[in-house]
């Protein structure tokens, strides 16, 4: 398995209860996961404990065979080669769409850097755009911006939290079959939070529901349902 989290534990320093109660979940190489939960069920926290935002109480985590984390090592998160787009996309203001994906560009020398900003934005279809500054793009143009942020230092997993939050339903509907055609153009392994069952059954190639700070397999819980059915 290419990603591995086993019996992941979490909770916030003032909070009671365990956020995450023994969370398992391994993933393909290459494999779009999404994660589908109500809002407070958790979503963010485990994207934010895969990238080293967040220590878990207990549990293990690796990736490509290597422990991030357990009860004896920590991996700092800008080692563990995860690209991430943010709910609100997050590009700096002051910088140009170009100086936004260079930005994580910093073991590359300047021809290389030059060259892979230029893959990746016609990647996402943004060549024209590269002088320009997050304000004067759309919404839409500022997620393919984000994704291509992500994507240029080619990441061993990408996670994306609800990228299409701040669009109009039209939009997110276009952008939600781009997205998917882009990961897979690059075969890139990710993970991709959402409320939203539209979104996941578009996107995603495995869908796992949060509850109760576990995840559930979607398919076995569609089962589950129909032979509850079956059964009334
Ligand atoms: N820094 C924090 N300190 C304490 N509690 C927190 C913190 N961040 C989140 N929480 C709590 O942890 C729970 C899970 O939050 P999380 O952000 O992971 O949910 P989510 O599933 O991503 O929700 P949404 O769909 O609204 O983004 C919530 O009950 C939230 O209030
Ligand atoms: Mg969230």
Redesign the pocket.
Known sequence: MFIQIEDLCFN????KEN?IQNFNLSIDQGEIISIL??????????L?LLCGLETPSCGTIRISNNIMTDDHHFVLPEKRGIGIVF?DYALFPHMTVSENIKFGLKGYDRKARKKRIEEVLDLVNMMNFMKRYPHELSGGQQQRIALARALAPKPTLLLL??PFSNLDADLQIKIRRELKDIIKKTGTTSIF?T?DHEDSHAIADRIIT?RDGAAYDWESICTLRREQEHLV
């Open positions: 916030y320093r003032n909070a956020i939960g109500e809002s407070g069920s958790g979503k963010s926290t485990i934010r709910q939290d609800e939070v409320h949060m």
